[in-house]
């Protein structure tokens, strides 16, 4: 027989000593939201979605975006670069200059959204002014399929917001590329100086595998403006607008006919997590296929920019192609692959949670 050992003692805790620690944590778990804060999301829930869904996705994939930057500006092997940077600078290498993309893919993905949802709608009333159909509505019907109308209304609308929103993103993508190509550039300078030292006085140099750097994204903005002025930080902005208004009219231009062939057309429902995941990770291989020769020139102009505090360079012409221009091709596919299909697993994921809120 059990042994009672409660002794007829009670172990309730007294009153007025509080709530328990378990009690605590249910209210936690609970807690609900004020019908002012539901409103409030539901009104900007493409901006809340999305910026929570960019810090998820960037900081997942940006050790790929550094091995991309490198194999584009200096060649080699998705295996050497990795190696060659983790050797002789560490692991932090692949996350430096991780702070200005999350805070700026999250500003820009978050802008961008928000200006492609108005533009979306703004050519969607004038291609129904013009021709009578709504493209919006044939894309949200069931058993239907892309047609010239949507493809123009999404092409169209993506086109207008990738235009907008260089003139944000481009500062901040020049100093993360000068990040990420700081090391190799700061060990080519110290092998240039130790040549030109042993030429000199015929001794041998002694390479330094301990990468000394300057650095930092507002170190980099202040060089440049210094250097150049405020024209400096927008290094590259032809080739970056070029880059942006074709490549985001092909991303949601495939990515919402993909979700479209996948999801409505089988009559299943748009935010279907399969087709979800397939058109983000598709949006994102299809339109870096397409413009990478432009981002490979891009880079290589800011660069030569970057380097060595040059004032002038020559900009490279875009070559299709050819096998130099689609150098890293294969990490930014899988970059961008896994970066959509993040990101747009939770975009739809947070927009029908806040869409599922009700008011009290």
Same mark, same amino acid.
């Given at each position: 027989?059990?042994?009672?050992?409660?002794?007829?003692?009670?172990?309730?805790?007294?009153?007025?000593?509080?709530? $328990?620690?378990?009690? $605590?944590?249910?209210?936690?778990?609970?807690?609900? +939201?004020?019908?002012?804060?539901?409103?409030?999301?539901?009104?900007?829930?493409?901006? %809340?979605?999305?910026?929570?869904?960019?810090?998820?996705?960037?900081?997942?994939?940006?050790?790929? /975006?550094?091995?991309?930057?490198?194999?584009?500006?200096?060649?080699?092997?998705?295996?050497? *670069?990795?190696?060659?940077?983790?050797?002789?600078?560490?692991?932090?290498?692949?996350?430096?200059?991780?702070?200005?993309?999350? %805070?700026?893919?999250?500003? @820009?993905?978050?802008?961008?959204?928000?200006?492609?949802?108005?533009?979306?709608?703004?050519?969607?009333?004038?291609?129904?002014?013009?021709?009578?159909?709504? !493209?919006?509505?044939?894309?949200?019907?069931?058993?239907?399929?892309?047609?010239?109308?949507?493809?123009?209304?999404?092409?169209?609308?993506?086109?207008?917001?990738?235009? @907008? %929103?260089?003139?944000?993103?481009? !500062?901040?993508?020049? #100093?993360?590329?000068?990040?990420?190509?700081?090391?190799?550039?700061?060990?080519?300078?110290?092998?240039?100086?130790?040549?030109?030292?042993?030429?000199?006085?015929?001794?041998?140099?002694? !390479?330094?595998?301990?990468?000394?750097?300057?650095?930092?994204?507002?170190?980099?903005?202040?060089?440049?403006?210094?250097?150049?002025?405020?024209?400096?930080?927008?290094?590259?902005?032809? +080739?970056?607008?070029?880059? /942006?208004? @074709?490549? #985001?009219?092909?991303?949601?231009? #495939?990515?919402?006919?993909?979700?479209?062939?996948?999801?409505?057309?089988?009559?299943?429902?748009?935010?279907?997590?399969?087709?979800?995941?397939?058109?983000?990770?598709?949006?994102?291989? @299809?339109?870096?296929?397409?413009?990478?020769? %432009?981002?490979?020139?891009?880079?290589?102009?800011?660069?030569?920019?970057?380097?060595?505090?040059?004032?002038?360079?020559?900009?490279?012409?875009?070559?299709?192609?050819?096998?130099?221009?689609?150098?890293?091709?294969?990490?930014?596919? *899988?970059?961008?692959?896994?970066?959509?299909?993040?990101?747009?697993?939770?975009?739809?994921?947070?927009?029908? $949670?806040?869409?599922?809120?009700?008011?009290?």
């Amino acid at each position: 027989m059990s042994e009672d050992r409660s002794d007829g003692r009670n172990t309730s805790p007294p009153s007025g000593s509080g709530p $328990r620690k378990g009690s $605590r944590l249910n209210d936690i778990y609970h807690f609900e +939201l004020s019908s002012d804060m539901k409103r409030f999301a539901r009104k900007y829930r493409t901006e %809340i979605s999305a910026s929570t869904s960019s810090v998820m996705s960037t900081f997942a994939a940006y050790p790929l /975006d550094f091995a991309k930057s490198r194999m584009q500006s200096y060649g080699g092997t998705f295996s050497h *670069v990795v190696m060659d940077a983790y050797k002789t600078e560490g692991l932090r290498a692949f996350w430096r200059g991780v702070t200005p993309p999350i %805070i700026s893919v999250t500003v @820009v993905r978050t802008i961008s959204f928000s200006l492609y949802q108005r533009a979306k709608y703004s050519c969607d009333r004038t291609i129904k002014s013009m021709t009578g159909k709504s !493209p919006l509505e044939m894309a949200n019907a069931r058993h239907s399929y892309p047609n010239i109308y949507t493809l123009a209304c999404f092409g169209t609308a993506g086109a207008m917001a990738g235009a @907008v %929103i260089t003139t944000l993103s481009c !500062p901040f993508e020049l #100093t993360k590329l000068n990040e990420q190509l700081a090391g190799k550039m700061h060990r080519e300078a110290l092998s240039a100086a130790q040549a030109a030292k042993s030429k000199t006085l015929g001794q041998p140099g002694t !390479p330094n595998s301990q990468v000394d750097l300057k650095s930092g994204s507002m170190y980099t903005a202040k060089r440049l403006t210094r250097d150049r002025g405020i024209a400096g930080l927008y290094s590259g902005y032809r +080739l970056h607008l070029l880059r /942006d208004t @074709v490549g #985001t009219a092909i991303y949601f231009m #495939t990515y919402e006919s993909a979700k479209q062939i996948l999801a409505n057309a089988r009559g299943k429902e748009p935010t279907s997590p399969y087709a979800v995941v397939i058109a983000g990770g598709l949006c994102g291989i @299809v339109s870096w296929a397409c413009i990478y020769p %432009i981002d490979v020139a891009k880079t290589m102009y800011q660069k030569a920019l970057l380097s060595n505090n040059a004032k002038n360079a020559v900009r490279p012409k875009i070559k299709f192609f050819e096998f130099t221009s689609y150098r890293g091709l294969g990490v930014s596919v *899988v970059r961008s692959c896994l970066i959509n299909m993040i990101f747009f697993s939770n975009f739809e994921f947070m927009k029908k $949670r806040i869409n599922a809120l009700e008011d009290d």
